[in-house]
């Protein structure tokens, strides 16, 4: 139960609260360079925990079960702590709000299609908006220790809404096969 992949898993749960406490103070440059820094952590982190599990036979259940929780922790406390610090304001909170809400809406939708033992593959466009959320996130929290280049908040938020639309396609799909195993 405690393989170094669930270990990894965990840690990336146990550093959320730091992660939150680095980004608490929006003025606090130093504090962003060390979430972004830890963010960056916690990123790599989720590849190799998933990485080491596969090539070790180590998948578990605790595993399978915890990874996407601790991804979701992860960027749920980014979205609102990047919104409470104003590093997402304006129109940009309805981008960070549908990321927050496709997040929770499917982890609903696996849990309910989990118990009717229907499984839900990650497809490749579902990878494409992971990888486009971990950049405009990473970037927002980097362009907080740079606020000097301004070309990083710009590129936060652009990938902010790509993530967004990459997010509502994703959703969709997930939601038309959900649908399906509804009554």
């Known amino acids: 139960m405690l393989t170094l992949p669930n270990l990894l898993t965990l840690s990336r749960i146990f550093a959320v609260p730091l992660l939150v406490g680095l ?10 360079a060390f979430a972004f820094a830890l963010y960056c952590l916690m990123g790599i ?45 304006g129109i940009h909170i309805i981008a960070a709000l549908v990321i927050l809400l496709r997040e929770i809406a499917v982890s ?3 849990e309910f299609l ?10 490749q466009l579902a990878k494409w908006k992971t990888t486009f959320q971990l950049v405009c996130f990473g970037a927002l929290i980097l362009a907080g220790a740079l606020p000097a280049y301004a070309f990083i908040k ?17 959703g969709w799909d997930y939601l038309r096969v959900g649908l399906k195993h509804m009554d």
Request: charged letters at 15%.
């Open 23 to 32: 980004l608490w103070w929006p003025q606090w440059e130093a504090g962003y």
């Open 45 to 89: 982190t989720d590849y190799f925990d998933g990485y080491l599990a596969r090539a070790n036979g180590a998948v578990s259940r605790l595993g399978i079960f915890l990874d996407p929780i601790a991804d979701k922790i992860m960027i749920a406390a980014v979205i609102l702590m990047l919104s409470a610090t104003r590093d997402i304001a």
């Open 108 to 110: 609903g939708l696996r």
């Open 114 to 123: 989990a118990g009717l033992q229907v499984s839900v593959p990650v497809s």
């Open 154 to 170: 710009w590129t936060g938020i652009a990938t902010l809404w790509g993530a967004a639309i990459l997010t509502l396609i994703t």
